[in-house]
């Protein structure tokens, strides 16, 4: 269905040659007023005046829409003319290559996205985008939830919720009423489904060639994840422009599937949750191990790098969190209760108590930087119907530090925190993207600060030679960030560290330092783990539970050949043990040698060392890894010796490097 009010914006919405729509074409109909005397003009305003008043800013948008011509710049640096209110992107993506054309999923017109059949307004640069571009992958998959929303309206009298695209899909929720959202001003048509949207969306539904709805979900979600809201129902699907990348993505998500932390943890007895404590998980001791030794390992590196950890208290007065503006943003997702007739909280983050110690006594320039570290547990009061795994819950620890530093410290400081964050990233094996997230509209403080600012950490990461982008105005209302997202072993991204700007809580706090006068110094957050639970469960699906042996919970596993040398392997097992290495020693005598060493390998211990009546007498063993690669007999001083190095250096493929 095409429908057309008479404005210019709307007819050239209808193409003009091209590709026909081989299914139902989404109208875009601009919600503005109906010309004086239709059918709208009358009935609701009231009196003559109001109508006059509408029809008088019809005929001023009239004019605003008359065409003139216009120049339109492509990437290439090349420029083409058109004509405001009639030139479309799709007609100009045809003048350029139609395979261009039939390619195309959404254009960008001066940096914002648009229709691809909506007349241009005005000059500007012109991008069209294929369906290898993310946005043009969240516009794709948008439309496509439209799709999905007429299907379940038509078939099953759902009322929509919201579809909103998520990353690799679209869903929508079916629920008792619609919600209506107050800034929209398009109304887009599909089929029978009329829909209140922002948009943009594909020219028409025929461009979605291959579709999929792969999961249902009962009333388990709730509107905006609020317990007092009625239930909702889930329906997730996908699409692509062609068959071939559905089967594709089908393949990713069933090694995603074989990879999932919640299922592996439960596998390798790492941690389990418990209802009795909703989003706190138990970590048992192979689980505790890969926790400790991650934080120990960040330990190690705050040793070298001028860290000093701290320990503060889990629970403050709400004054605190008054002073630093969280009670009055944040205090629906804190933990709070009353403690004789004041209001306490649990800490859902570490930098107002790092305030605290940075001005409990007076403080000099030559301390500057000073940096804090703390390992300290944090509770923040997450919907019970957003708790994920290890990937969103309400206790965690982070390997949370706040540098207080001056401004001129700032460009070596980040300097110092990308170095730290490569370090550590090496040895995950994960690449990684770097984005500058620069000064949003609404911001705090002097303009000339932000400059400088942004200037060191551009200037910071232009050193660091790694590629990194731009996002402009994406900083915090209180400074500028570097985002970064991290890669997995399957493509996947994460955001886990975060190097943060803050020229707002020094000012909050009235922190100080001594110099020839008093100075505000400046705070940078960082962490590079971020949550360590989440890092946990990103690393578990990243190795497929295939650790590395520096971070395993299964490291050694002593199979003794017969009863009469299980002494020997349980006296070799201790040599391991009392060395920190995660051994055990297989002593059921009811099964085969072979079993013994299939079922090690299925349990992922890296190295198995077989021990029988030769090795006894040689105080030696046999070893062999998980993927069966034997290295033979060797003695157990060098064994023990070269696992120790491999392990200390933390290497990512011991078996390999043994």
């Not at 195309?104 to 007349?119: F, H, T």
């Not at 012109?126 to 929303?149: C, K, M, P, T």
């Not at 009795?276 to 001791?285: E, K």
């Not at 190690?300 to 004054?319: H, L, M, T």
């Amino acid at each position: 269905v095409n429908s057309r009010f008479g404005c210019r914006r709307c007819r050239g919405a209808v193409p003009g040659g091209g590709e026909p729509a081989d299914r139902e074409r989404e109208a875009q109909v601009p919600a503005a007023a109906p010309p004086a005397g239709s059918a709208g003009g009358a009935g609701a305003g009231g009196g003559a005046g109001e109508e006059t008043t509408r029809s008088e800013v019809w005929q001023s948008s009239g004019e605003e829409q008359r065409e003139r011509p216009i120049t339109v710049e492509l990437p290439d640096g090349r420029k083409v003319d058109g004509k405001a209110w009639l030139t479309t992107p799709y007609q100009l993506a045809c003048d350029i290559s139609q395979g261009l054309a039939d390619n195309a999923v959404i254009s960008r017109v001066n940096g914002e996205l648009w229709d691809l059949d909506r007349p241009l307004e005005q000059d500007c640069s012109l991008e069209i985008l294929r369906f290898d571009n993310e946005d043009a992958q969240a516009v794709y998959w948008h439309s496509s939830a439209h799709i999905l929303g007429e299907a379940m309206e038509r078939f099953y009298g759902g009322c929509l919720c919201y579809g909103p695209p998520i990353e690799n899909a679209g869903s929508f929720f079916m629920f008792f009423m619609f919600i209506c959202l107050f800034d929209m001003r398009v109304i887009f048509v599909c089929g029978p489904l009329i829909d209140l949207c922002r948009g943009p969306h594909v020219r028409h539904t025929g461009k979605i060639k291959a579709m999929k709805i792969y999961k249902v979900c009962g009333k388990t979600h709730t509107f905006n994840g609020r317990s007092d809201m009625e239930t909702l129902q889930r329906i997730y699907g996908i699409s692509f422009p062609d068959s071939k990348m559905l089967k594709e993505w089908e393949r990713f998500q069933e090694e995603a599937k074989n990879r999932d932390h919640r299922k592996i943890g439960k596998d390798q007895e790492l941690f389990f949750f418990h209802d009795l404590s909703p989003g706190s998980c138990f970590f048992m001791p192979r689980g505790a191990y890969i926790y400790n030794t991650l934080t120990e390992f960040i330990r190690d590196e705050y040793w070298r790098r001028g860290f000093q950890e701290v320990a503060s208290p889990n629970i403050y007065n709400s004054k605190l969190w008054e002073t630093s503006g969280h009670w009055q943003h944040y205090s629906e997702n804190m933990f709070s209760f009353p403690v004789e007739e004041e209001i306490f909280a649990l800490k859902p983050m570490n930098c107002p108590g790092h305030c605290l110690m940075f001005s409990h006594r007076p403080r000099s320039w030559r301390e500057l930087p000073l940096r804090l570290a703390d390992f300290g547990v944090l509770h923040r009061n997450e919907l019970s119907g957003t708790l994920t795994g290890l990937t969103r819950v309400r206790r965690f620890q982070q390997d949370d530090a706040h540098i207080f530093c001056t401004m001129d410290q700032i460009e070596t400081e980040m300097k110092g925190c990308l170095d730290f964050l490569r370090c550590i990233y090496d040895v995950f094996g994960f690449s990684f993207q770097l984005h500058l997230s620069t000064r949003p509209e609404k911001y705090l403080g002097d303009i000339a600060v932000w400059n400088q600012a942004e200037k060191q950490l551009e200037n910071s990461l232009n050193e660091f030679g790694e590629p990194w982008k731009l996002n402009p105005g994406d900083g915090a209302f209180y400074g500028p960030k570097i985002d970064i997202k991290i890669k997995d072993a399957i493509g996947r991204y994460h955001q886990c560290a975060t190097i943060q700007l803050d020229f707002q809580l020094p000012i909050r706090f009235n922190l100080t330092f001594d110099g020839d006068d008093k100075a505000r110094p400046v705070i940078i957050h960082r962490a590079i783990l971020g949550s360590v639970e989440r890092m946990i469960a990103i690393l578990t699906e990243n190795y497929a539970g295939k650790w590395p042996l520096w971070i395993s919970p299964r490291q050694v596993m002593l199979v003794p050949v017969n009863p009469s040398c299980e002494d020997y392997a349980k006296r070799v097992c201790k040599q391991f043990t009392e060395a920190g290495f995660m051994a055990d020693a297989d002593l059921d005598s009811g099964c085969l040698l072979n079993k013994k060493i299939r079922n090690a390998q299925l349990a992922q211990y890296n190295f198995i060392l077989v021990v029988g009546e030769k090795e006894k007498m040689t105080n030696s063993v046999n070893v062999r890894t998980r993927d069966n690669k034997v290295h033979g007999e060797l003695s157990l001083a060098e064994v023990l010796a070269r696992l120790t190095l491999l392990k200390q250096s933390r290497c990512r493929n011991a078996e390999e490097e043994f």
